[in-house]
Antibody, heavy 121, light 110 residues
Framework: QVQLVQSGPEVKKPGASVKVSCKASGYTFSAYYIHWVRQAPGQGLEWMGRINPNSGGTNYALKFQGRVTMTSDTSIGTAYMELRSLTSDDTAVYYC??????????????WGQGTLVTVSS | QSVLTQPPSASGTPGQRVTISCSGGSSNIGSNTINWYQQLPGTAPKLLIYNNNQRPSGVPDRFSASKSGTSASLAISGLQSEDEADYYCAAWDDSLNGWEFGGGTKLTVL
């Protein structure tokens, strides 16, 4: 079945960087964009950006531009999200999600299980 | 402040019908399809409704959705205790050039 499996929880100090991985299985990895969405404790969902695994092309939400880098390795079907200059406001669960596109519509399915990133001194 | 507006909470008793609204604008719901996601406590979001009103296989037909203009709504009939979750609407925004989520609605089954 189509599945996204993310790397484990991380604890980082303020100012550090974190890199989260998202391994895809059950479909052709290069055929679907991977998006990243985060959720701060008790808060809603926030879109961070996306990567086209086929071309490596990326688009980032304005809020994260300059601080985030999304990459992918098609040889192992894995996408990565690196966030730099972490502050306590970056404490959140980070999700990857596959974007399904058909003429006139698109949606996220499935989602990874989430990776908790805790930023604390 | 989310671009898409949802009520923060909703509730109902088992068997009841509840609706959750999602209000947006011309650059998101008004010009793109809307999707709904269900997030059970402690789990990742799961696709509930796609393309305005389509249910993925495995989603009970108790869940339905509609869209009109710049607003959408999710309806859950025959409410069950396992429906207690957070529900999010989402749509692409042409002006912001990114995905927007509603703030989420916490559904409580009394």
């Amino acid at each position: 079945q189509v599945q996204l499996v993310q790397s484990g929880p991380e604890v980082k100090k303020p100012g550090a960087s974190v890199k989260v991985s998202c391994k895809a299985s059950g479909y052709t990895f290069s055929a679907y964009y991977i998006h990243w969405v985060r959720q701060a404790p008790g808060q809603g969902l926030e879109w961070m950006g996306r990567i086209n695994p086929n071309s490596g092309g990326t688009n980032y939400a304005l809020k994260f531009q300059g601080r985030v880098t999304m990459t992918s390795d098609t040889s192992i079907g894995t996408a990565y999200m690196e966030l730099r200059s972490l502050t306590s406001d970056d404490t959140a669960v980070y999700y990857c999600a596959r974007l399904v596109v058909v003429p006139g519509a698109k949606w996220f399915d499935p989602w990874g299980q989430g990776t908790l990133v805790t930023v604390s001194s | 402040q989310s671009v898409l507006t949802q009520p923060p909470s909703a509730s109902g008793t088992p068997g009841q019908r509840v609706t959750i609204s999602c209000s947006g604008g011309s650059s998101n719901i008004g010009s793109n399809t809307i999707n709904w996601y269900q997030q059970l406590p402690g789990t990742a979001p799961k696709l509930l409704i796609y393309n305005n009103n389509q249910r993925p296989s495995g989603v009970p037909d108790r869940f339905s959705a509609s869209k009109s203009g710049t607003s959408a709504s999710l309806a859950i009939s025959g409410l069950q205790s396992e429906d207690e979750a957070d529900y999010y609407c989402a749509a692409w925004d042409d002006s912001l050039n990114g995905w927007e989520f509603g703030g989420g609605t916490k559904l409580t089954v009394l």
